[in-house]
């Protein structure tokens, strides 16, 4: 099995066995679709790979549930608010799929070479025998998604009679009349349905014959066709368990109700942030330690009295706020001629500028919302200021604050102009110490200015927090003092 962390990369050429007869005399052995996951995945966990690649803060409870569903063999469905990773998990699975699989060319349903399962590639296969052609399937045309909607019709689903078809003079009882939907067509493959109870009640009744006795009813007729599909789906658990928007047959015949969950640990939500955002990397540097404030600012929002918590505080939220930031970063460079783009603290106001309509408030909140916002932002860029600096005295900074400094910083202000700005502490190292401790280092060539000021500008916020100096904005302007 090829290792699941290599299905973005480039395809291997499919193999050149192009007939059943070369397909018997290789020694290919026919597995059910659930055979297949269960021995790749059992494959990849002898052997120590991570089949799960790019999922964080789900290891020791999600996945090991999932594991051991696709062991047993059960359909799933994930349950959890929006921006859990529900639809990247199940994209995820299409990495347990053998890279090639043979089917029968040019069928409707991508049929095994060795079991035809419609009238026409049953007829097929007598008549060519050894010389049915077969083709190559790559496991990414093996994964089908639907995002449930109101308007989705059984024919999307599960199939229709063609009225063309009817009309080149087929009767109606005629199997061939059919056109097939997405579940039929995901025949030995994984079809995924997103927000499962937005289905019309009368769709979910139409998927319980196809998941558990592999009948297509479709007009008044059944169609046998022994299906090997999997399916999975997502739902919000309000929607699914509350509000009884997903008929209880239909909850039987899923085997694995799995609930999903944010990142518990604030080192997952970075690391969420960080592979999911662009950050362009090539004009932008993004210091740790303000992606660090978003995490912990998305978490202070999941556990407000405030927000709605039964919408969620997705991780999108942070996602977009990283990448707002980084924006305003170059915007910034780029009117002033920076050298090189680096966020700042000064920037954090920009996310919170774009980002409360993502957010859900409580009925009783209404007018506070950016109030609530800006609280919690200040909350999380204390947290790190104390994780960052804790036990490093700031008083020669604070004492020439008193006797009249002022540090201007702000969006019209270049990182260059913060530095050469900052009150003289005679012989101390503080502020060399200030980005060793933020930033990991003081440097030159581009980026270093930024990135010093980026440390400054945290620390100087971190006393405004703490009530130790005076702070005012105005106009793109920023003046500690």
Request: with cysteine; glycine share 8%; proline share 5%.
């Amino acid at each position: 099995m090829t290792s699941a962390s290599s299905y973005d990369a480039t395809p291997s050429p499919a193999p050149a066995i192009s007939t059943v007869g070369e397909l018997r005399a290789s020694g290919h052995q026919q597995r059910s679709l659930r055979a297949e996951l269960r021995e790749n995945l059992l494959a990849a966990l002898a052997a120590g790979i991570d089949p799960w690649p790019g999922l964080h803060g789900m290891e020791d409870t999600v996945i090991p549930q999932l594991e051991r569903a696709i062991i047993a063999g059960h359909d799933v469905v994930l349950l959890g608010e929006r921006g859990q990773g529900k639809t990247r998990l199940l994209r995820t699975l299409v990495g347990l799929l053998d890279e090639w699989t043979p089917v029968i060319a040019g069928s409707e349903l991508a049929e095994h070479p060795y079991e035809p399962i419609t009238v026409a590639s049953r007829a097929r296969a007598a008549e060519a025998g050894d010389d049915l052609p077969v083709a190559w399937r790559h496991r990414g045309e093996r994964y089908a998604e639907k995002l449930a909607t109101p308007d989705t019709s059984v024919a999307d689903l599960i199939g229709d009679v063609d009225p063309m078809k009817v009309a080149e003079g087929r009767s109606l009882g005629d199997p061939e009349t059919i056109h097939f939907g997405l579940i039929p067509r995901s025949h030995r493959g994984i079809v995924a349905i997103n927000e499962l109870p937005d289905l019309a009640e009368r769709i979910q009744v139409a998927m319980l014959n196809v998941m558990e006795e592999r009948d297509i009813q479709i007009r008044g007729y059944v169609l046998r066709l022994p299906l090997d599909v999997l399916v999975v789906a997502s739902a919000n658990p309000e929607d699914y368990t509350n509000r009884g928007r997903i008929i209880t047959p239909l909850k039987d015949r899923f085997g694995a109700e799995i609930r999903t969950h944010y990142p518990r640990e604030l080192d997952a939500e970075i690391a969420v942030i960080r592979q999911e955002a662009d950050l362009l990397p090539d004009l932008v540097d993004v210091p740790d330690f303000l992606i660090e404030i978003l995490a912990r600012f998305t978490r202070n929002l999941r556990e407000s009295s405030a927000v709605d918590q039964r919408s969620g505080v997705s991780a999108r939220f942070a996602i977009a706020g990283a990448e707002t930031i980084a924006a305003a970063a170059l915007r910034r460079a780029t009117i002033h001629g920076e050298d090189r783009a680096v966020a700042r603290v000064v920037d954090l106001e920009t996310a919170v500028d774009v980002l409360g309509g993502k957010i859900e408030f409580e009925s009783g909140e209404e007018g506070r919302e950016r109030e609530i916002l800006t609280h919690l932002l200040r909350t999380a860029t204390a947290e790190t200021v104390r994780e960052r600096l804790r036990g490093l005295d700031l008083a020669l900074l604070v004492s020439a604050i008193e006797d009249g400094a002022t540090v201007t910083t702000g969006e019209r202000v270049t990182a260059r102009e913060v530095l050469t700005g900052l009150p003289v502490l005679g012989e101390s190292d503080l502020y060399d110490r200030i980005c060793e401790r933020v930033v990991g280092a003081t440097g030159t060539g581009p980026g270093a200015d930024g990135a010093n000021a980026a440390a400054i500008e945290l620390a100087l916020e971190g006393l405004f927090l703490a009530r130790r100096i005076g702070k005012d904005s105005d106009a793109g302007e920023t003046v500690y003092g």
